[in-house]
């Protein structure tokens, strides 16, 4: 059974850089697209980034230029790094695994991790 666990949100002011994590376990890491959505209070849950088995990224256009997503397989963990946070960027951050590179649904989900963003 796979297991996602995120880390890394916090409270940051506008214009602050956070770093999220996600350790995965249970499965191979390596075959898999990983990704990064978020949701906002009462708003539904957007994907953020995608990172492919190869490495192939793509991203919303909200964090465009702003964000970056990266996987160390050796440690069996994606990381999104966020840098100029806006207030917007508010919400819970979900870590999401795809079955093989099939980007379309996640087979997988972690708990999340709270991000807060002040004015």
């Known amino acids: 059974q796979v297991q996602l666990v995120e880390s890394g949100g916090g409270l940051v002011q506008t214009g602050g850089s956070l770093r999220l994590s996600c350790a995965a376990s249970?499965?191979?890491?390596?075959?898999?697209?990983m990704g990064w959505y978020r949701q906002a209070p009462e708003k539904q849950r957007e994907l953020v980034a995608t990172?492919?088995?190869?490495?192939?990224?793509n991203y919303a256009d909200s964090v465009k230029g702003r964000f970056t997503i990266s996987r160390d397989n050796a440690l069996n963990t994606v990381y999104l790094r966020m840098n100029s946070l806006k207030p917007e960027d508010t919400g819970v951050y979900y870590c999401?695994?795809?079955?093989?590179?099939?980007?379309?649904?996640?087979?997988?989900w972690g708990q999340g991790t709270q991000v807060i963003v002040s004015s």
């Open positions: 990172i492919s088995s190869g490495g192939t990224t």
């Open positions: 999401a695994r795809y079955r093989l590179n099939f980007i379309v649904t996640p087979t997988s």
């Open positions: 249970g499965s191979v890491f390596s075959s898999n697209a």
